[in-house]
């Protein structure tokens, strides 16, 4: 009973040292669509979700990822695949709000239990004038390669002047 208690606390703490699954915001759902139909558990399903970037107003995201179903995918252990797609663009007058670093993270979330995060980075192609993004999954023990990239060239918005990227790079 007792090596019990100690198991439940063990795993108590372990859960919230991994933290939040996600950056400051949640991403919004949009729909999800089941790929594998699961006898009395949840099907095999693709999400498509949007974030919009929390230091560059105007620019919006949106992803797709796989989520597993079954007996794994409803306790929320499954480890999901790194198939992610992505997709950025220009939703309005673009106001970058501070500067940032090349690759910086632009969001983040959990796609296994312990090991695995999707993130989404950002750059700025100064030449250009176009914001890139890049999302990527890692995996603590070996990465992954899987990736998709997206890029929004900064427009004029109404009459406001877009403004230069490349101004508000560090470095």
């Known amino acids: 009973m007792r090596f019990l208690s100690a198991a439940a606390l063990a795993l108590a703490i372990l859960v919230q040292a991994v933290g939040p699954s996600h950056s400051a915001d949640e991403p919004d759902l949009i729909f999800k669509k089941s790929t ?11 999400a498509t979700y949007a974030v919009d970037d929390p230091i560059i107003d105007g ?14 995918g409803w306790l929320g252990v499954a480890e999901e695949v790194s198939d992610i797609s992505l997709a950025c663009r220009q ?3 673009v106001t970058i709000k501070k500067n940032f670093e090349q ?8 796609r296994s239990f312990l090991f695995k995060k999707m993130r989404i ?20 023990i ?6 998709s990239t997206s890029t ?7 009459d406001q002047m877009p ?5 508000f790079v560090n470095g």
């Open 36 to 46: 594998v139909w699961k006898f009395l558990t949840p099907d095999h399903k693709l």
């Open 59 to 72: 620019v919006s995201c949106h992803f797709t990822v796989p989520e597993k179903g079954g007996v794994s």
């Open 91 to 93: 939703v309005g007058p």
């Open 103 to 110: 690759g910086e993270e632009m969001f983040r979330q959990r």
């Open 121 to 140: 980075v950002r750059g700025c192609d100064a030449k250009r004038n176009v914001l890139v993004y890049l999302v990527y999954s890692d995996k603590i």
């Open 142 to 147: 070996e990465g992954s390669p899987k990736n």
């Open 152 to 158: 929004v060239p900064i427009m004029p918005w109404g």
């Open 163 to 167: 403004p230069k990227c490349g101004d």
